[in-house]
């Protein structure tokens, strides 16, 4: 294992210097995510996460659940700018201008400012985000709207999203990993 910080604090592993089990871990991960993005990078290490948290990634790829891309975007950066993790919102605030989300709107959400939206479920989608983020109850109101707007499928979807990126954000904090790093090349 190189002792030289690849990817913010983290020290990548050749796959020639893999152990078999994380050679296993890594072909999963691409295998599930078509490479080895962000903090799949450093799961990979792990190699028993690896296997199982490639494909829980996967499904919030564009197509494989009920959330549009706006709505995926909404619900990640209001996540990963809560936690503090550069790599993550970054990326996302570009991801969700790409995405159409207004720019005002972005900027709002990562600087933790309110903001609305017109449209019903991605005001939904924000205000579940908001209020699991900030630890708030969530009012018998906000539940019959998203459950009228999103369905169980959706709830659901956004609340396992926001788990996912929260463990993003973790990872990618703690190994300070800034904006824009590249890690190693694949």
């Not at 809560?82 to 991801?95: D, M, N, V």
């Amino acid at each position: 294992m190189s002792e030289t910080p690849t990817f913010g604090r983290y020290a990548e592993i050749p796959y020639d210097k893999m152990s078999p089990e994380q050679q296993e871990g890594y072909k999963a991960m691409t295998a599930a995510r078509g490479g080895l993005p962000g903090p799949s990078k450093i799961f990979v290490h792990n190699p028993k996460l690896a296997k199982v948290i490639g494909p829980f990634g996967a499904h919030f790829q564009k197509g494989q659940y009920s959330l549009t891309e706006r709505e995926r975007e909404i619900a990640v950066c209001v996540v990963t700018s809560h936690w503090h993790s550069a790599y993550p919102t970054s990326a996302h605030e570009r991801i969700g201008k790409q995405a159409g989300l207004p720019a005002p709107k972005v900027e709002a959400i990562l600087g933790g400012l309110p903001t609305s939206f017109d449209d019903e479920r991605e005001q939904v989608v924000y205000e579940m985000a908001m209020t699991l983020t900030n630890a708030r109850w969530v009012s018998r109101g906000l539940h019959e709207r998203a459950v009228k707007a999103l369905g169980h499928v959706g709830i659901t979807d956004v609340a396992t999203l926001m788990g996912h990126y929260t463990s993003v954000a973790f990872t990618l904090a703690f190994y300070d990993v800034p904006d824009g790093a590249s890690g190693m090349a694949r």
